[in-house]
C-alpha cells in the first residue's frame, strides 16, 4: 500500500495531509472507508502524525478519547505500509488589494425613434 502525502509547512508548526491512497487490497480500501484504520491522527484539524493507525474510542461522557496504534504492514494481506511525501510547500500569508467592479449607466443617442 502506498499513501502519497504533502506537508504544509505554517509558520511554527506543520501539517501532513494526504493526497492519493494506492490500496493493497480491498479490505483495506474498506478498513480506510470506514475509518478503522487512516493515515494520521483521528479528528485533529492540524495532523502531525506520519503513521497509518488503527484506532479505539473510549465513548466517556465528557466526549469520547480516541487512542491509535501505528502498522507497518497490511492486517488482511500483510503488503508493507508504504508512506511517501511527494510534496512540501510553505504557506506564505500576503495582503491583497481587492477592487470591487460596478455598473455606469450613461446616455447614448440613437437614430431611430421609437415608434408607439
Ligand atoms: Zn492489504
Request: hydrophobic share 35%.
Amino acid at each position: 500500500m502506498l499513501i502519497k502525502t504533502k506537508t504544509i509547512l505554517h509558520d511554527g508548526f506543520y501539517e501532513l495531509r494526504t493526497l492519493d491512497i494506492e490500496f493493497c487490497c480491498n479490505p483495506m480500501g474498506q478498513a480506510f472507508n470506514n475509518r478503522f484504520i487512516d493515515f494520521g491522527e483521528y479528528d485533529m484539524a492540524c495532523n502531525m502524525n506520519n503513521d497509518v493507525n488503527v484506532y479505539h474510542c473510549d465513548p466517556y461522557p465528557e466526549g469520547p478519547c480516541w487512542a491509535q496504534m501505528p502498522i507497518k504492514l497490511c492486517p488482511f494481506c500483510g503488503e508493507a505500509i508504504m508512506i511517501e511525501n511527494i510534496k512540501t510547500v510553505k504557506l506564505v500569508a500576503r495582503k491583497e488589494k481587492v477592487t470591487a467592479e460596478r455598473t455606469v449607466y450613461s446616455e447614448e443617442p440613437i437614430k431611430k425613434r421609437i415608434e408607439e
